[in-house]
């Protein structure tokens, strides 16, 4: 049987931090409290804490550097296509004027 993975919202990360935070509750009660995992909250933690309010960008959200690694491999992705296909026309013609 496969488990349906569940996603959180940056709101509901952001009150598991204060949980923890302000109600000083230990990692593992909050954990239990929440019907989440340990490292999980353990992990949004310490994105909080690195990052802060950006932590959580949300739905399909990426954060700048990340958007922009994206950007680029797809511009790489669609240089090569256009590479492969110059390479075939120019095999092409050469064949065909000889």
Known sequence: MTKVRRTFTAEFKLAAIRLITVSKLSLAEAARQLDIGENMLRRWRND???????????????????????????????????????????????????
């Open 48 to 98: 909080y804490q690195i990052r802060g309010a950006e932590a959580f960008p949300g739905n399909g959200n990426l954060p700048p550097e990340q958007e922009e690694l994206r950007a680029l491999r797809e511009e790489v992705r669609r240089l090569r296509v256009e590479c492969d296909i110059l390479k075939k026309a120019t095999a092409y013609f050469a064949r065909t004027t000889v």
